[in-house]
């Protein structure tokens, strides 16, 4: 257990007057979104008290370069070195689960709170068996001595994590199957077509796939399949998406569904207590309807905006969702959301794997993803924030790559 106390703590003074007790901020949860919330209570200029407690040992650090940079080379994933925190007067507190939460009291892990702020991420969903996961860093640490050792590597789940580790895996000539009920990857977040160029970069570096295939029991390191045949090799890694872990604020009593519900300040449904980062269900302004987003960027930037809410300055949260992800030589950012029944446009050569494609629904774009093109993302978040205000495209100008994306937008 690691604790990294701040300089002594200022106590109550009198001069003249009771001068008001400094504020004590609590945050459960020291990852992404937790931690940036810290770094922005004091660069805002919060002078009272910040815990920040978190479950693993580990200092705080991020998550995509463990199926990234980290299985492949040396990427150093964590945020801060030890001493920042102290630098910041934040006390650390890891290897610490928070188990529960008072909210009437305001008391929190035996400290009381001014506000409170929950960032508990997500916890990988597992089957029966003895598989791996990969959430965080030890389990990353594991994989990879496992794929710089050669072998086979089964792989079941063909999301983000599925294929990144696969790749990683192959490209450390580790033999890879990959199991899905889909028929191509990525089916569900991106559809057929696009997923169909997911398929056929991995196959070209010589992934196995097993579409339309569920699982029925992991034994040891053979996998059956529900049609009664057996996948064999030395290693299995479950990788079928996340939960949002709301244990602690769901047995509290805070208002949830899948996630924590907050405004969009990140309020949740008692007034000192905010969620940031995957838990949040936030009520987004533009879309009109919750949305819950597991990203990177989401945590980076909800983590910000929840402190600054905490401290009275938030204001609502207008993002468009964002995501990115590295396979192979192929690099893509995604932004938006799949909508039912939106007409997929594409601008340059998917075949190639260059190219921006765009969802788009009764002339609005509702998504885009810029494959291996670079420096749009912007301008396809405009796009689409743009959508939200009755703008509409014309969709045969959006393909061709000819026409410049700012001349889509909306004028002055
Ligand atoms: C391997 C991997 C690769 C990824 N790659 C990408 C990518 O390429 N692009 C992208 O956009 N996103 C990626 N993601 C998703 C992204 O990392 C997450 O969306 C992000 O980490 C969410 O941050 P968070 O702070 O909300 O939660 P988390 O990072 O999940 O952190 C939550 C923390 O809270 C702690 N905690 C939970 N409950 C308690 C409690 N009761 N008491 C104390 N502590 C508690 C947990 O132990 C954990 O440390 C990836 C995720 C993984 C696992």
């Keep these: 257990m690691l604790w990294i106390e701040s300089p002594p703590f200022p106590t109550r003074a009198r001069r003249g007057k009771l001068e008001a007790m400094p504020e004590t901020f609590v945050i459960v949860g020291a990852s992404l979104a937790g931690t940036t919330a810290?770094?922005?209570?004091?660069?805002?200029?919060?002078?009272?008290?910040v815990l920040l407690?978190?479950?693993?040992?580990?200092?705080?650090?991020?998550?995509?370069?463990?199926?990234?940079?980290?299985?492949?080379?040396?990427?150093?994933?964590?945020?801060?070195?030890?001493?920042?925190?102290a630098d910041q007067r934040i006390e650390l507190r890891l290897g610490e689960r928070v188990e529960e939460l008072d909210l009437a009291a305001k008391r929190v892990h035996g400290v009381a709170y001014d506000k409170l702020l929950l960032a508990t991420g997500s916890r990988p969903r597992r089957l029966p068996g003895d598989a791996l996961s990969?959430?965080?860093?030890?389990?990353?640490l594991r994989l990879k001595e496992i794929v710089s050792g050669g072998g086979r590597l089964t792989i079941i789940g063909s999301g983000w994590i599925g294929l990144e580790v696969a790749?990683?895996?192959?490209?450390?000539?580790?033999?890879?199957t990959v199991i899905t009920p889909e028929t191509v990857p990525l089916q569900n977040v991106l559809g057929t077509k696009v997923g169909a160029v997911f398929a056929d970069l991995h196959r070209a570096h010589g992934v196995d796939f097993r579409f339309g295939s569920g699982v029925e029991a992991i034994t040891g390191t053979a996998v059956r399949l529900t049609g009664g045949?057996?996948?064999?090799?030395?290693?299995v890694l479950v990788a079928i998406g996340a939960a949002p872990d709301i244990e602690l604020a769901a047995r509290a009593g805070l208002a949830a569904d899948a996630?924590?519900?907050?405004?969009?300040?990140?309020?949740?449904?008692?007034?000192?207590v905010f969620a940031a980062g995957d838990i949040a269900s936030v009520d987004h302004p533009l879309y009109g309807t919750r949305i819950r987003v597991e990203h990177w960027a989401n945590a980076l930037d909800s983590g910000p905006a929840a402190a600054r809410s905490m401290l009275g300055r938030g204001t609502p949260w207008t993002r468009i969702p964002y995501f990115f992800t590295d396979q192979y030589d192929l690099g893509m950012e995604y932004a938006g959301t799949l909508e039912p029944g939106a007409e997929l446009i594409v601008r340059g050569d998917l075949a190639k794997r260059e190219c921006i494609v765009f969802w788009v629904l009764d002339g609005r774009v509702t998504a885009g993803m810029n494959i291996n093109v670079w420096d749009v993302t912007d301008q396809i978040q405009a796009l689409i924030t743009a959508g939200f205000t009755g703008h509409r495209v014309d969709v045969a100008r959006l393909a061709d790559p000819a026409v410049p994306l700012p001349d889509l937008l909306p004028g002055d």
Excluded: C, M
């Design 38 to 49: 810290a770094e922005t209570l004091r660069a805002e200029g919060f002078e009272g008290r």
């Design 53 to 85: 407690i978190g479950e693993e040992e580990r200092l705080p650090y991020e998550r995509p370069p463990l199926s990234k940079g980290l299985l492949l080379g040396d990427a150093d994933p964590f945020l801060h070195p030890e001493s920042w925190y």
């Design 134 to 140: 990969l959430r965080n860093y030890d389990d990353a």
């Design 167 to 176: 790749a990683a895996a192959r490209q450390r000539d580790v033999a890879v």
């Design 229 to 235: 045949s057996t996948v064999d090799g030395d290693h």
């Design 259 to 272: 996630g924590v519900l907050v405004d969009a300040h990140h309020r949740t449904s008692d007034p000192s």
